[in-house]
């Protein structure tokens, strides 16, 4: 289809497109880039800062260092740290674990097991018994009811089983046969082999961590363990300006009198979203190249 | 080889497999399959202390008899239909476009910029959307005063809102969606295009006659999968976007679920809402299951 001559109809219906899509991209962009630019505007000019601007006016780094100024604002952003680094080795640790076993062609139960999988992956428990499964075994108000509740993700699970499957069980039986334990085997040959969709797994938990807010709006009642995303949600969505700004006298009267809440607000919604655009050239690179290989499985 | 040994010399060979499976099984017991056992409290009034006692179907004929339960089923079902019917065609139209891109460096901007908001937060998305959409400093009503029209909110106005639904779903996702495709139209033939470029056919005629017949089983896997999941009208979407002026018409089952249960603390009345929504779900997942197995050989599991 490519080297075809093209009519000057084409071309220009070509161009049509192009100029079309080039506009879906600043519909996407505009609204983030007018937040950056808002954050980062000098506060005496942020008046001339309107809906569409996309640059900012002057520069000033002043609601960064509000933000880096409130213990409240710094504390969510470790909890976030904590719930995605931790969050994300545990699922990656337990579901290659248990992907493992599931992928033994020789595992007695192995069908049992099986249907549970489609059980958990069919049936959605209800909110509220959840919430008091999470009360009965001593999790509410931890950031630990946030990290376990969604240990395991049953579609990843499953994606990683098939990464498994397609290991030559020769491999893994020449191992056995040399004395290597299940254990050894896991670590030494299919962890290896099963790096990058391991890192595409482990970006995919990642950004569900760093974007989770809900189960710690129910189970965390604490605002020292609030994440990132319930502080934003709190001060942007609810516009409930006292949790974030009351805590901790860090305004002079002076900066006070500058400051602009929408840029404040602005910057607050640059951070939540900074992690993820720093891994989003990873994400592209592998998972949107697993797409276009493979086939497609959420 | 296993054949030979008993139940039970295998279970002790492979005992080490037990110990890796042991966290996964402990993680669907604790939090899948005791609470959906816990579902048993729709049909009891639940206690905090002391034994609940059965109450049959109380708890389903109050919500059945509910008023706002029946303006919520009609809110998600409409909200989902939008999201799910209106909705369908953008992500192909898309994918197609961006397939005739010819400038690698723009298709790659094109699909970068696209895909990025599917990895924002819901939370964040509403950050952009309230502050886009501001009736006063937002760039919407900055648009609408360039050709003259007065500032509207549309946050908190009622016929606007579920198209503010519409348009963010559609701002998140139109990219993402298009992926799977863009991945089905590079599995194509290229000889298809070419026998058809002798025949002099415009680009648009081998769009129509060539690309779209070729997509069709994908389109048709996307839609019956996206109906098994037709009760969720999108609760992170709707539980931050709503607000008290609107939440008569974007109120859907789960947001119910939500302010029944965990606010008002109606734990057996709420749970009978999630085993309403529960089964009903049930039902068309499985019956995607099936249509898409005889649609395409390819189910859910």
Not at chain 2, 82 to 109: D, H
Request: glycine letters at 6%; a positive charge; charged letters at 15%.
């Amino acid at each position: 289809m490519r080297g075809a001559p093209s009519s000057p109809r084409d071309r220009l219906y070509r161009a049509a497109i192009g100029v079309f899509l080039v506009l879906v991209s600043i519909v996407v962009l505009v609204p983030i880039l007018n937040l950056a630019a808002l954050s980062l505007s000098a506060p005496e000019r942020v008046p001339e800062v309107t809906g569409l601007t996309v640059l900012p006016k002057g520069f000033s780094l002043i609601n960064y260092r509000v933000l880096a100024a409130n213990p409240l604002f710094v504390r969510s952003i470790l909890n976030s740290v904590f719930v995605t680094v931790v969050g994300t080795a545990i699922n990656l640790l337990v579901s290659s674990m248990a992907a493992f076993a599931l992928t033994r062609p020789s595992l007695p139960g192995k069908r049992l097991f099986m249907v549970l999988v489609i059980v958990v992956m069919v049936l959605e428990p209800g909110l509220v018994p959840e919430y008091l499964v999470v009360k009965r075994i001593g999790l509410m108000n931890s950031l630990w009811a946030v990290i376990l509740y969604k240990a395991v993700n049953v579609y990843y699970l499953i994606i990683l089983m098939r990464f498994f499957e397609e290991v030559p069980q020769s491999l893994v039986e020449a191992a056995v046969v040399d004395g290597a334990g299940y254990g050894t085997v896991l670590r030494r040959i299919m962890l290896p082999l099963a790096t990058p969709a391991l890192a595409t797994l482990g970006l995919f938990y990642g950004v569900y961590h760093w974007n989770e807010y809900f189960r710690a709006s129910i189970y965390v009642s604490d605002p020292e363990k609030y994440p990132l995303q319930l502080i934003l949600r709190q001060f942007v969505v609810l516009d409930d300006t006292t949790t974030l700004i009351g805590s901790g006298a860090m305004l002079s009267y002076d900066e006070a009198a500058r400051m602009s809440y929408a840029a404040l607000k602005a910057s607050t919604i640059v951070v939540a979203m900074l992690p993820v655009l720093i891994v989003y050239p990873l994400i592209l690179k592998y998972y949107t190249k697993g797409v276009m290989e493979g086939g497609v499985k959420e | 080889m296993s054949g030979a040994m008993s139940l039970g010399a295998r279970i002790r060979r492979d005992r080490m497999l037990y110990l890796l499976l042991a966290p996964a099984l402990a993680y669907f017991a604790v939090f899948h399959l005791v609470p959906i056992a816990g579902m048993v409290m729709a049909f009891q009034d639940y206690r905090i202390v002391g034994p609940s006692r059965f109450v049959g179907l109380k708890h389903f004929k109050l919500l059945f008899s509910s008023p706002s339960f029946a303006e919520v089923l009609r809110n998600t079902l409409v909200i989902s239909s939008m999201k799910i019917i209106l909705f369908f065609p953008l992500p192909i139209a898309f994918a197609l476009m961006v397939n005739e891109l010819r400038s690698r460096a723009l298709r790659k901007f094109v699909q970068a910029t696209a895909y990025l908001p599917h990895f924002l937060s819901w939370v964040v998305i509403a950050g952009v959307w309230i502050a886009f959409l501001s009736p006063s400093s937002g760039g919407m009503n900055k648009l609408r005063g360039l050709v003259g029209l007065a500032p509207l909110d549309y946050m908190t106005d009622k016929s606007s809102i579920r198209w503010v639904l519409f348009a963010s779903e559609t701002w998140r996702s139109l990219g993402w969606d298009s992926i799977i495709y863009l991945a089905a139209l590079m599995r194509i033939s290229p000889s298809l295009y070419e026998s058809a470029d002798l025949d002099g056919a415009s680009a648009l005629q081998k769009t129509w006659y060539i690309t779209l017949p070729e997509l069709r089983a994908t389109m048709v896997t996307v839609f019956i999968l996206n109906l098994g999941f037709f009760l969720n009208a999108g609760f992170d979407q709707v539980f931050n976007m709503m607000n008290d002026s609107v939440i008569s018409v974007v109120d859907i089952l789960d947001t119910y679920v939500y302010r029944i249960g965990l606010l008002n603390m109606q734990y057996s009345f709420s749970t009978a809402a999630s085993l309403f929504k529960g089964a009903i779900g049930l039902i068309l997942i499985l019956g995607t299951h099936l249509a898409s197995k005889r649609a395409s050989g390819k189910g859910l599991w």
